[in-house]
């Protein structure tokens, strides 16, 4: 639209006045009303046939959903290629088109021969043991047996096992016939290692259907972190089994420090009668609260903390090692790891939550693993610090002081090939430790 002239002034041209902003038209505005309320309607309406037909329908959808994965990408593009050949060819008179939908009619026929009705199998997984040690062999079987009274034909099987697969193929078995096979799980590494569920798989040549089976449960073998015994490696340090004093004074314990005038609410058995006959008042027992050794042991699993991979999992075997031998000796313990707090009530629970923990887990630094296990453990008497090499000294120090004074700390510095050595950062010992074999003398020199 043309600017409108501001009337002229004597000797002045006239000047351009600028043009008014129009509102939107209402013939724009009702339809994206009209739309907005279409919506609406329908998303009422959807909501409404959901609530009453959804339990009607779910059923229905669920025993569909199965049937309706057996059918494979292929099979859905021949199914596409009858809807259209069928009536194409009839309408064009295209022979050809007639003959490609009777073709793939009569394959998809045949498919369904392949995988409609039962299997009566049986399949067992026997695991000798479901707990090894790096290193250590482990062996598996699966069994495959007809159960029913037919024979059934050829399937193929897939044992999934951690990251790979076991493909095992089932002959033809008559009524009562069985099927073994065995297989060799690796434990090169520390891991939690899933075996099945195992799976049957049938289907027509063509690759048209295919319909798979759940045979079995998952199940897991742990295999655990080598470790080495610290049998008498800890005396003199960590053998505290009478426990140690402590400032704090109570009324009932197995140290004994002194007398007190009797108080209402006092226990009668720590009268001591001797004492109260003598001053003519009532004297009570008065103690020196002990507590036991209480270990505990922060692992670092940041990557930037450790030089390699390999260097890691010594650190865990060492750290294994430690919780091993404070449970042998009944001690107080707690294992702190970035983000959780490892179970400690039986040495089985201990090393399977070793097995859980992955290389470059949780984004936690030591000091915070220190901080966290200083919450959890109050009564702490025993830190030990395990992590890389690559942990400067002032880390480790600041990693350290997260725990009250009165606590002793240990840096374990671990890296694979350093020699064994000794030394001292403040007040805390700290452990060079380059090979498994050498941490129990390590170990005993503290004590020295």
Known sequence: ???????????????????????????????????????????????????????????????????LATVRPLGWVALAVIALAWPLGRRLGWAELTAAALALTAAWIAALGFVLGRSTYQVTVDVARLRVTV?????????????????????DFVLPVGRGRASFRAPRLAPGQDHQESFQIPTQRRAVVPLGPVRSSRGDPVGLLRRDLVWSQQLELFVHPATVSLEGSSAGFLKDLEGRPTDTLSSSDVAFHALRDYVMGDDLRHVHWKTSARLGKLMVRQFEETRRSHLVVCLAMDESEWPSPEAFELGVSLAASLGRQALHEDKDLTIRAPGRTLQTGTEQRLLDDFSRLDFGGPQESLEMVAQAAAADAPDASVAVLVAGSNLSGARFHAAARRFPVDVATVLVRVEPGLALGRGAIASSAVLTVGALGDFPRAFRSLGA
Not at 43 to 54: D, F, K, N, V, Y
Not at 135 to 140: C, E, I, L, M, P
């Open 1 to 67: 639209m043309a600017a409108e002239s501001a009337p002229a002034v004597a000797g002045r041209p006239a000047r351009p006045r600028p043009a008014r902003a129009r509102p939107l038209s209402w013939a724009w505005r009702r339809p994206v009303e009209a739309a907005g309320r279409l919506g609406q309607a329908l998303s009422r309406w959807q909501t409404h046939w959901a609530e009453r037909l959804g339990p009607t329908l779910r059923p229905w959808w669920g025993r569909l959903k199965p049937l």
């Open 135 to 155: 290193g250590d062999k482990a062996f598996g079987g699966l069994t495959i047996a007809n159960i029913g009274p037919r024979a059934v034909l050829a399937s």
